[in-house]
């Protein structure tokens, strides 16, 4: 069976110092642990932010040989890989932001060339100045990109904002899929334990994107040719849509720019299966329909899917070609892969 992972993220095992470049003491890098190993023997890292730990990694992130082997073991055919959100720098100035979207990008395609033909990338972008996002854009996917990675806000600018509104136009108009992955959480310090940001602000910001969208008027202004996916099921969106309906229905302020109720379109979107439970994922399959379904893990962070594939393949609501198209087929199909 042909298994397609359209949500997973890496780092370059190095990049140049962005605080010595810029200044400023918040910018990401990698201190490599070059004594310690985790569980299955492979090298770590401690992601910086300043000097601040931020997460613990391991080579799977940076070395395509150590990321075959695992998608071997766990049968998985083809990956697309994406930059993790800290690496945005849309709170940066759009020149620094640029940069740093170029050699992240950069180092995406060099790590897929020894991918053997079955890594692919998603770019970023700086969001935050859209000129250069679409400039950005349109480079990375002439370099090889098969699609973009945005987060889902810029500062307190939703996904209806009137600039991320026309880069999407421009996305919908060269043909460039869009994975929507959320960041920047929402209420922060009522998150900060137990890794609730995690937990409860990111299914927050994911719901919250697709509303905005929504309600925003977003699906309405933007060409049907948009291409967009949006991360870890939607977050609570497919549970609360009935919520949703109800206050468009009987409420005009609810009702927002939006042209039609909002279980009108969920024909314009798709979602990722990372969601972790079979219950969840068949209300995704009643609300959206297997075709609006794509297979995404999270690898290879530890809140991932950590039996890639095996939600999906041991759903027994889905039939087998269920199965194949949300494994793979309809990623073939959004990415435009040549494999």
């Given at each position: 069976m042909n298994i397609i992972d359209i949500h997973s993220h890496f780092f370059p095992k190095t990049w140049p110092n962005l605080e010595a470049k810029f200044g400023g003491g918040?910018?990401?890098?990698?201190?490599?642990?070059?004594?310690?190993?985790?569980?299955?023997?492979?090298?770590?890292?401690?992601?910086?932010?300043?000097?601040?730990?931020?997460?613990?990694?391991?080579?799977?992130?940076?070395?395509?040989?150590?990321?075959?082997?695992?998608?071997?073991?766990?049968?998985?055919?083809?990956?697309?890989?994406?930059?993790?959100?800290?690496?945005?720098?849309?709170?940066?100035?759009?020149?620094?932001?640029?940069?740093?979207?170029?050699?992240?990008?950069?180092?995406?395609?060099e790590l897929c060339a020894q991918g053997q033909n079955r890594l692919f990338a998603m770019a970023q972008v700086p969001l935050q100045d859209i000129d250069a996002a679409c400039q950005e854009a349109s480079r990375a996917i002439n370099s090889g990109h098969v699609g973009i990675q945005i987060g889902n806000h810029v500062g307190d600018k939703n996904m209806d904002d009137e600039g991320v509104l026309t880069f999407l136009q421009h996305c919908a108009a060269e043909n460039i899929p869009v994975f929507?992955?959320?960041?920047?959480?929402?209420?922060?310090?009522?998150?900060?334990?137990?890794?609730?940001?995690?937990?409860?602000?990111?299914?927050?910001?994911?719901?919250?994107?697709?509303v905005s969208m929504i309600l925003g008027g977003g699906f309405d202004r933007v060409s049907r040719d948009l291409k967009i996916c949006f991360a870890h099921g939607g977050g609570s969106f497919a549970f609360l849509l009935g919520r949703l309906e109800n206050a468009w229905?009987?409420?005009?302020?609810?009702?927002?720019?939006?042209?039609?109720?909002?279980?009108?379109?969920?024909?314009?979107?798709?979602?990722?299966?990372?969601?972790?439970?079979?219950?969840?994922?068949?209300?995704?399959?009643?609300?959206?329909?297997?075709?609006?379904?794509?297979?995404?893990?999270?690898?290879?962070?530890?809140?991932?899917?950590?039996?890639?594939?095996?939600?999906?393949?041991?759903?027994?609501?889905?039939?087998?070609?269920?199965?194949?198209?949300?494994?793979?087929?309809?990623?073939?199909q959004f990415f435009d892969l040549p494999v």
């Amino acid at each position: 069976m042909n298994i397609i992972d359209i949500h997973s993220h890496f780092f370059p095992k190095t990049w140049p110092n962005l605080e010595a470049k810029f200044g400023g003491g918040d910018w990401p890098w990698l201190r490599h642990l070059s004594s310690e190993k985790n569980e299955q023997g492979y090298a770590k890292a401690m992601l910086m932010k300043g000097q601040q730990e931020f997460r613990p990694i391991y080579s799977a992130c940076w070395d395509a040989q150590v990321r075959l082997e695992q998608l071997d073991q766990q049968g998985v055919s083809h990956q697309i890989i994406s930059a993790t959100p800290i690496l945005f720098a849309y709170e940066k100035p759009v020149e620094q932001a640029l940069y740093c979207a170029q050699i992240f990008n950069d180092a995406a395609l060099e790590l897929c060339a020894q991918g053997q033909n079955r890594l692919f990338a998603m770019a970023q972008v700086p969001l935050q100045d859209i000129d250069a996002a679409c400039q950005e854009a349109s480079r990375a996917i002439n370099s090889g990109h098969v699609g973009i990675q945005i987060g889902n806000h810029v500062g307190d600018k939703n996904m209806d904002d009137e600039g991320v509104l026309t880069f999407l136009q421009h996305c919908a108009a060269e043909n460039i899929p869009v994975f929507v992955h959320p960041w920047d959480m929402m209420a922060a310090d009522r998150t900060k334990k137990y890794m609730m940001g995690w937990t409860v602000g990111m299914p927050a910001e994911s719901q919250l994107s697709i509303v905005s969208m929504i309600l925003g008027g977003g699906f309405d202004r933007v060409s049907r040719d948009l291409k967009i996916c949006f991360a870890h099921g939607g977050g609570s969106f497919a549970f609360l849509l009935g919520r949703l309906e109800n206050a468009w229905l009987h409420r005009d302020i609810a009702r927002g720019h939006s042209q039609h109720p909002p279980s009108s379109y969920l024909d314009r979107f798709y979602l990722d299966s990372a969601v972790f439970d079979h219950d969840a994922l068949q209300l995704l399959v009643q609300k959206m329909g297997v075709s609006k379904l794509m297979f995404g893990t999270d690898y290879p962070f530890p809140l991932g899917e950590q039996e890639m594939g095996q939600l999906i393949k041991t759903a027994p609501y889905l039939t087998e070609e269920n199965k194949q198209a949300m494994l793979a087929s309809n990623a073939h199909q959004f990415f435009d892969l040549p494999v």
